[in-house]
């Protein structure tokens, strides 16, 4: 709060802008009790206070803006207890003992009966994912989502790859506006004008397909539909690049110049994987300029998953030991598609309906 005596007199109109460019409405207030004893006895004092009295009420009222504008800080909610997959359901391997397995270093390569099984996962995934971002409406809650992905998923007779895995307690990942990703549903209704992405794995017939991305939540301000929009660009020029015998790292080359161009920040700590049998394998698919070994190859599945922050990049991670929020607290946005090298390119496997709902 400003004190009161501070704004009732000033002749120092001309630093109210400098001082608000420095330090903001605060520095300004400062200027105004120290101009006070030397200027209001000059002539034309009342003219100028009233001026300056009037553009430090327009500044005010700018930051409390600014405020009301900025979503609050993400905070933990309740986790409801883990959902149960019925015994007929075929599980990959971490399900019952809760293991972080090692992540495979061969690539994964399949023959004609993969591919199908494949892509019968990879349309399953998108369509959850598709399900679930249409429950993406203010008074939702993130776990309320997670229930209806784990239905969906087990009546297709799957599993929900995230249960379990590395003892992460749900079925889906929900990360909200600052979350960059891996964030655990729970009790906190959506809001108005939040962002989310929704990531959904399904381990369909013994093959994970593997998807994310962003939806809109109410009416949400321009700057964050830019920052939705450009990981998305993201991902589909890295996805165009794509194709036999093209270097792993000139993914993430193709990444980082639709990053820079918006000047956000680059996620680098996170990376796509290899996808088929196993959750994740070779190669790591850095999103940033690298120097990773490697080149795609024909019959290979694997993610490209960008994420970009309006701020900086840095994370830091809450006590369940999975959620990665900004460290700055600034907004992130992700993508994520499974692909299969083909011939000539790649064949998305994880194709969702349209752009980003509104």
């Known amino acids: 709060m400003l004190p009161a005596t501070c704004?009732?007199?000033?002749?120092?109109?001309?630093?109210?802008?400098?001082?608000?460019?420095?330090?903001?409405?605060?520095?300004?207030?400062?200027?105004?009790?120290?101009?006070?004893?030397?200027?209001?006895?000059?002539?034309?004092?009342?003219?100028?206070?009233?001026?300056?009295?009037?553009?430090?009420?327009?500044?005010?009222?700018?930051?409390?803006?600014?405020?009301?504008?900025?979503?609050?800080?993400?905070?933990?909610?309740?986790?409801?207890?883990?959902?149960?997959?019925?015994?007929?359901?075929p599980r990959p391997p971490y399900?019952?003992?809760?293991?972080?397995?090692?992540?495979?270093?061969?690539?994964?390569?399949?023959?004609?009966a993969?591919?199908?099984?494949?892509?019968?996962?990879?349309?399953?995934?998108?369509?959850?994912?598709?399900?679930?971002?249409?429950?993406?409406?203010?008074?939702?809650?993130?776990?309320?989502?997670?229930?209806?992905?784990?239905?969906?998923i087990i009546e297709a007779g799957a599993y929900?790859?995230?249960?379990?895995?590395?003892?992460?307690p749900k079925s889906v990942c929900t990360s909200v506006n600052e979350c960059i990703c891996h964030g655990i549903p729970d009790s906190r209704p959506l809001r108005d004008g939040d962002i989310v992405n929704i990531d959904v794995t399904v381990y369909l017939d013994g093959y994970h397909g593997?998807?994310?991305?962003?939806?809109?939540?109410?009416?949400?301000?321009?700057?964050?539909?830019?920052l939705c929009e450009a990981t998305k660009e993201a991902l589909d020029a890295a996805i165009k690049v794509c194709g036999p015998?093209?270097?792993?790292?000139?993914?993430?080359?193709?990444i980082a110049a639709i990053g820079e161009k918006y000047k956000y920040g680059i996620v680098k700590v996170f990376v796509g994987h290899g996808v088929g049998t196993v959750f994740h394998s070779w190669p790591h698919v850095a999103h940033h300029r690298n120097n990773e070994p490697g080149v795609l190859q024909k019959g290979m599945t694997f993610t490209i998953e960008p994420m970009f922050t309006a701020g900086r990049p840095g994370e830091r991670y809450w006590a369940d030991g999975w959620t990665a929020v900004t460290a700055d607290g600034s907004l992130a946005a992700q993508w994520e598609h499974t692909l299969l090298v083909t011939d000539n390119g790649v064949e998305v496997l994880t194709q969702w309906e349209g752009g980003i709902p509104e």
């Not at 019952?96 to 061969?106: I, V």
Request: glycine letters at 8%; aromatic letters at 4%.
């Open 7 to 89: 704004l009732r007199l000033s002749a120092a109109a001309p630093l109210v802008a400098r001082a608000t460019a420095a330090g903001g409405p605060q520095r300004a207030a400062q200027l105004f009790c120290n101009s006070r004893r030397s200027r209001s006895s000059r002539p034309g004092a009342r003219t100028i206070v009233s001026q300056a009295r009037k553009g430090l009420s327009e500044l005010l009222s700018l930051s409390k803006k600014d405020e009301v504008d900025k979503p609050s800080p993400l905070r933990p909610g309740k986790v409801s207890p883990k959902l149960e997959v019925p015994a007929h359901i």
């Open 95 to 112: 399900a019952e003992s809760g293991a972080m397995p090692d992540w495979d270093p061969n690539p994964q390569i399949h023959d004609a």
């Open 114 to 152: 993969g591919i199908e099984k494949m892509r019968a996962a990879g349309k399953l995934a998108a369509r959850v994912l598709d399900m679930a971002g249409k429950m993406a409406a203010p008074g939702v809650t993130t776990d309320e989502i997670d229930k209806a992905v784990h239905k969906m």
């Open 160 to 168: 929900p790859s995230p249960l379990n895995y590395g003892k992460f």
């Open 210 to 226: 593997d998807t994310s991305r962003m939806f809109y939540v109410g009416s949400v301000p321009q700057p964050a539909r830019q």
């Open 245 to 254: 015998g093209v270097p792993i790292k000139q993914i993430g080359h193709t």
